[in-house]
């Protein structure tokens, strides 16, 4: 489901359920303002507490943001999902994955493959493969704006 208002996404975060956030190789590289998309991952988990799964070499950028995690694959994480829970960075399986620096393409493949848990995917294409994503944005200012919406809301 699209979600358009950062701040019902926000809310559904906050409800109470396992999250757990998956910060993909894309979070290092792509540029928002003055920001790179690692840093809206990082300031979610501040603000949260959700643990992070950092894939795609996210670790070393998220300890430097004072951010506690542990390295991970994204394909891991997922088998975890259908299969028993083994990762160290949650001792209990979470019953939402959020999904922050993949192409949209990788994004519609993990969201699809995941069982017994929900998805929200925080890129700039909306992938109806997740149970709850971003819309599709015109701009990355406009991705931003809306990534800027949801960490305060949070």
Known sequence: MSVKDPSWLAQYLN????????????CDKT??????????????????GFPVAATGNTVN????RGIDTKKA?????????RYDWQHPISDTRPEV??????????????ASAVENAETVALGSRYVPEATY????????????????????AL
């Open 73 to 81: 694959w994204a394909v891991e994480m997922v088998n975890f999902m």
């Open 15 to 26: 409800s109470g359920k396992k999250v757990l956030i998956m910060a993909g190789a894309l």
């Open 31 to 48: 540029e928002l303002g003055d920001k790179i998309l690692l840093d809206y991952a990082a300031d979610m988990a501040k603000k949260t």
């Open 133 to 152: 994503s971003l819309p599709d944005v015109t701009s990355f200012q406009q991705w931003q704006q809306e990534l800027s919406e949801l960490v305060q």
């Open 61 to 64: 950028g998220l300890r430097a």
């Open 97 to 110: 994955l959020v999904l922050i620096g993949y192409s949209p393409l990788m994004t519609a493949n993990l």
